[in-house]
C-alpha cells in the first residue's frame, strides 16, 4: 500500500486508473478502508472510463463498504519531526505543517529518524535496522 501512495505522486507520468486501482487493492488488502475509499472515489471521478466502468467501480465500491466501514483499521500513529502533530505511519507530509518526509527505500515507510543509512551509490535513505538485513541496495542494487 505504501508504494502505492507514493505512486500517487507520479499522475503525469503513469496512467491514474493504474494507480488507484492498485491503491484500491492493497490498501482494501491490508484492511485500510479510509484509503481505499479516498481510492475509489478517485476511480470514479477519472473522466478515461466509460460509464459502464464507473458503474463497475461504483458497484463494487458499495459491496466493499456496505460490509466494512470507510475506516481504517491500523491506527499506528507517529510523531511529526517538525510540529510534533500525530500522524498516520504510512503519511509521506505532515498534514499540520506540509514538511514531506523522505522515504526508506526498504521498507516504503516514511524516514522519521535522525539516524538513518545513505546509499553511497544513489544517495537514498533507509532506516540502518532495516537496511542491516541486506547486501545490496534495493534501489540500485549497489553493493553494501
Not at 482494501?28 to 478515461?48: G, P, Y
Amino acid at each position: 500500500m505504501m508504494t502505492a501512495l507514493h505512486l500517487t505522486d507520479y499522475e503525469d507520468l503513469i496512467d491514474p486508473a493504474e494507480i488507484y486501482s492498485l491503491l484500491a487493492l492493497s490498501s482494501c488488502a491490508t484492511r485500510q478502508f479510509a484509503v481505499c475509499s479516498r481510492a475509489f472515489i478517485k476511480l470514479e471521478n477519472l473522466e478515461a472510463f466509460t460509464v459502464d466502468e464507473k458503474e463497475s467501480y461504483k458497484k463494487l465500491a458499495m459491496k466493499i463498504f456496505t460490509k466494512y466501514s470507510p475506516k481504517d483499521t491500523q491506527m499506528k500513529k507517529v510523531e511529526c519531526t517538525s510540529c510534533y502533530a500525530q500522524i498516520q505511519d504510512y503519511c509521506q507530509v505532515c498534514p499540520s505543517c506540509d514538511i514531506k518526509f523522505s522515504t526508506c527505500v526498504v521498507t516504503g515507510r516514511p524516514l522519521l529518524a535522525k539516524k538513518f543509512w545513505l546509499c553511497p551509490t544513489c544517495k537514498h535513505h533507509a532506516y540502518e535496522e532495516e537496511i542491516n538485513l541486506l547486501q545490496f541496495c534495493p534501489l540500485c542494487h549497489g553493493k553494501l
